[in-house]
C-alpha cells in the first residue's frame, strides 16, 4: 500500500481556508484516498474520499493531482471546531485502513 | 440516532482480570473493527469482522478476543489484560467494508494496572 507523507502541524486563521497538503507519489491505480480527523481523543470522523476526480461535500473539497501522486484537502472556512488530527490515508478500495500520524491543525481566533 | 456506542467509557482493572468492552451500532451495518490508539503509534487495527460470524485479526490482535454473534454487536474481550494493553479503544462500523465511510465510537479509555 502506498505511504502518505503529511506536515505535522499547520495553522489556519479562523475564516480563512485550511488547505492541508498530503504527498502519495507510490500511489497505484487502484487505491483511493481517504482523509479522516479527530478532534481530540474523539472518535476518528470521515471527510472524503476520492479516485481520480476532485470531489466536494458538506464538509470539505478534495482536490487530487493529476497523476494522483499529491491530494490537498480543503476546509473553506475553518473555525475552531475544525482544530483536529487529519489523516489522509490511501488503501485499495474495501482493504482496511491505516491511520499514520496526520497533521494537528490548529485554528487561530 | 445513528450511532455506534461502547461502554464503558472508562476502565481501570489490574492485571489478569477479564474484562469485556461492548460495542453495538445501530445502522445494520455488515463491517465492524476495533482499534487501539497510543501515543508516538497512531491508530492500529485489532480486529475486523465483515459480517456475522466472519472475524479477522488485524495489526495488533495479540492479547484479545472478538466474537460476532449478532449484526450489531462486536465485543472486545481481554482474557487476562496486561499493563501493555492500557490504551484508548475505538470501535468502528461501516456499511460493507473498510473501504466504506466508517462511523467511530466515542472511545473507551482502558487503565490496567
Known amino acids: 500500500d502506498a505511504k502518505t507523507t503529511q506536515p505535522t502541524s499547520m495553522d489556519c486563521a479562523e475564516g480563512r481556508a485550511a488547505n492541508l497538503p498530503c504527498n502519495h507519489s507510490t500511489i497505484s491505480g487502484n487505491e483511493y484516498v481517504y482523509w479522516y480527523r479527530q478532534i481530540h481523543s474523539q472518535g476518528p470522523q470521515y471527510i472524503i474520499h476520492g479516485l481520480k476526480n476532485n470531489e466536494t461535500n458538506e464538509m470539505a473539497s478534495l482536490i487530487i493531482t493529476e497523476d494522483r501522486k499529491s491530494s490537498t484537502l480543503i476546509l473553506p472556512h475553518a473555525t475552531l471546531r475544525d482544530t483536529a488530527v487529519y489523516y489522509c490515508i490511501v488503501r485499495p478500495y474495501l482493504r482496511q485502513l491505516t491511520f499514520g500520524s496526520g497533521t494537528q491543525l490548529t485554528v487561530l481566533p | 440516532e445513528a450511532q455506534v456506542t461502547q461502554n464503558p467509557r472508562y476502565l481501570i482493572t489490574v492485571t489478569g482480570k477479564k474484562l469485556t468492552v461492548t460495542c453495538s451500532q445501530n445502522m445494520n451495518h455488515e463491517y465492524m473493527s476495533w482499534y487501539r490508539q497510543d501515543p508516538g503509534l497512531g491508530l492500529r487495527q485489532i480486529y475486523y469482522?465483515?459480517?456475522?460470524?466472519?472475524?479477522d485479526k488485524g495489526d495488533v490482535p495479540e492479547g484479545y478476543k472478538v466474537s460476532r454473534k449478532e449484526k450489531r454487536n462486536f465485543p472486545l474481550i481481554l482474557e487476562s489484560p496486561s499493563p501493555n494493553q492500557t490504551s484508548l479503544y475505538f470501535c468502528?462500523?461501516?456499511?460493507?467494508?473498510?473501504?466504506?465511510?466508517?462511523?467511530f465510537g466515542p472511545g473507551t479509555r482502558l487503565l490496567v494496572l
Open positions: 469482522s465483515m459480517n456475522v460470524e466472519v472475524t
Open positions: 468502528a462500523s461501516s456499511l460493507q467494508g473498510a473501504g466504506e465511510t466508517q462511523y
